[in-house]
């Protein structure tokens, strides 16, 4: 497919198969970038076994790193010109490094200490460099398969409602398929390993069809002189709409980063629920998903910027609400792994004397989120647990009187954080399809200001921000943990858990204000942006030959 251009193209209304081609790319990079995260800090310290301290500063500084690389590719996909367009080409050129890197990552040689950390340094480098590579050509690419406004944010509605289908399969079933390939154990390496092959081979697939039902027909002025990537990077510094977009990407980014790093401790140290965690992920993300798809709708209706606001605004109240969550009774379910006691004594599950008949119960996942009760054989006061590794287990007992206690009866403050916590993502869902199409109207800004059009440079500047925004998350989460002395798959101390809990509702939530803040001094609405677009095109008819 060639990338013939008329200027007629530039306002072009996008079928539907290019949308969804487009959209299923984003699919592809969120096998990634969810098992990212949500489970790769989690990953590094419960599983690898890099102290908590040590992960913190090789994320902090192999982010750090990537992030100012994230201009550099922006440059070359700028001035990258081939019969395909300028952003297609590094999709198909890039899925298989990718897919290379990222079972690197999660592959765990026994090294020793030093030899670990020096192999989590070089495969998260390596990855998150074929990530960029990828990644900002992707997302410049939703800059120029129109000029209509309207497109784009139908075009990154679509996007993120299958980055966010992907990302609710691999937070919901990245821990049953390490178990599955782990023999049962959730925490087994291999199954961690097995996981991200086929997480790889599926994006890598994603990405080809992105490049081939997907055509770029936005292209700079044909009378555009060159100029130094420095030179483009020097204009977007003194683009207050960009600055605006820049800081909001950071702060959203460390929101994102701190509710989902911090969602396995959480369920680990203080629900002491680890079972609930995939289905939580899974909703959680499903959120996320609904508030993109609605976002391509209300738009239609309510300036993006006041939409935002409004939707982060919702987002600071709930958390904080969350915050303010009692912590449930405790719970009558327990996982039996290696390090459960010997034997489980039903009146500790019950929290009651054993005076009736006992019915032990194991928690089996049926499709999704949903688990059935499998009555076991066991019927005495004890559970040898060494017999039901890897299990969920709860016990029912059918009291004199004839009624039933049951240890596993789900607290109501449980339901209430599920609840919570999928509302939170609904208004988090909002953000990055309508942001997406902000960084666009900020290129035509651009062009428009100053005759100069950096597409690539544009939007890399901006994921340059989002990475940053997640090094100071995942950094935050783990020097937190650090320093309050955090240890892997032990009992944690009050203050430990305490700084978990913070980390998950009340500072995203004080973010959350903040980052609705910034956006006061965002100027470019709707009627401003359908002028520039009616000049841009004036001026690309007298550049075009007569």
């Not at 390490?178 to 991200?196: E, L």
């Not at 800004?445 to 440079?457: D, H, I, S």
């Amino acid at each position: 497919m060639d990338t013939h251009y008329s200027e007629n193209d530039r306002l072009a209304k996008l079928s539907l198969r290019e949308r969804i081609g487009y959209g299923l790319g984003d699919a592809g990079f969120n096998f990634y970038w969810a098992i990212i995260g949500s489970y790769l800090v989690f990953f590094y310290t419960d599983i690898f076994g890099i102290s908590a301290a040590a992960a913190a500063t090789m994320v902090t500084v192999t982010k750090i790193m990537d992030a100012f690389t994230d201009p550099a590719i922006g440059a070359l996909a700028d001035r990258t010109k081939t019969r395909w367009g300028k952003f297609r080409p590094f999709l198909l050129i890039g899925a298989v490094p990718m897919m290379a890197a990222g079972i690197l990552t999660m592959t765990t040689p026994d090294l020793g200490e030093t030899g670990k950390l020096i192999w989590a340094y070089g495969t998260y480098a390596l990855l998150m460099l074929c990530y960029t590579f990828l990644n900002i050509p992707y997302s410049s690419l939703s800059g120029v398969l129109s000029a209509d406004g309207r497109e784009r944010n139908k075009i990154n509605s679509t996007r993120f409602f299958f980055a966010y289908l992907s990302s609710i399969i691999v937070g919901t079933a990245t821990p049953d398929i390490a178990a599955f390939f782990g023999g049962g154990d959730p925490n087994s390496a291999k199954g961690w390993q097995m996981t991200m092959v086929i997480y790889s081979v599926i994006a890598s697939c994603l990405f080809l069809v992105t490049f081939f039902t997907t055509k770029e027909r936005v292209e700079p002025p044909k009378s555009q002189k060159s100029a130094s990537p420095l030179q483009d990077l020097k204009t977007l510094f003194v683009c207050m709409p960009w600055l605006v977009l820049f800081i909001l990407a950071m702060f959203f980014m460390v929101i994102m980063t701190l509710r989902g790093s911090s969602a396995a401790y959480y369920f680990k140290y203080y629900l002491v629920r680890l079972d609930l965690l995939g289905a939580y992920i899974g909703l959680q993300f499903l959120g996320l998903m609904i508030g993109a798809v609605l976002a391509g709708y209300v738009t239609r209706f309510i300036d993006k910027k006041k939409l935002l606001m409004a939707t982060l605004l919702i987002v600071g109240t709930l958390s904080l609400i969350f915050t303010a969550l009692p912590k449930p009774d405790q719970s009558g379910i327990i996982r039996i792994d290696a390090e459960t006691a010997q034997t489980i004594q039903a009146q500790d599950l019950l929290n009651a004397p054993v005076e009736g008949k006992l019915t032990w119960e194991s928690h089996e996942k049926t499709i999704w989120i949903f688990k059935t009760r499998v009555p076991m054989a066991e019927t005495g006061p004890s559970l040898k647990a060494q017999d039901h590794l890897n299990k969920t287990i709860s016990v029912k007992q059918k009291n004199p009187d004839g009624t039933i206690t049951d240890s596993g009866k789900t607290p109501i403050e449980i339901y209430y954080i599920f609840t919570l916590n999928f509302l939170i993502s609904i208004a988090l869902g909002f953000k990055p399809p309508i942001t997406w199409g902000m960084y666009a109207d900020v290129a035509d800004f651009n062009e428009w200001k100053t005759g100069r059009r950096a597409t690539g440079m544009t939007f890399s500047a901006t994921t340059c921000s989002q990475k940053l925004g997640s090094t100071i998350g995942s950094a935050a989460l783990l020097g937190m943990l650090a320093s309050l002395g955090y240890q892997a798959n032990k009992i944690q101390g009050d203050a430990s858990v305490s700084g978990i809990v913070y980390m998950k509702t009340l500072i995203p939530g004080i973010l959350a204000f903040l980052t609705a803040a910034v956006l006061i001094f965002y100027k470019l609405d709707q009627t401003r942006l359908d002028s520039i677009q009616i000049d841009l095109k004036n001026r690309h008819n007298g550049d075009a030959p007569q």
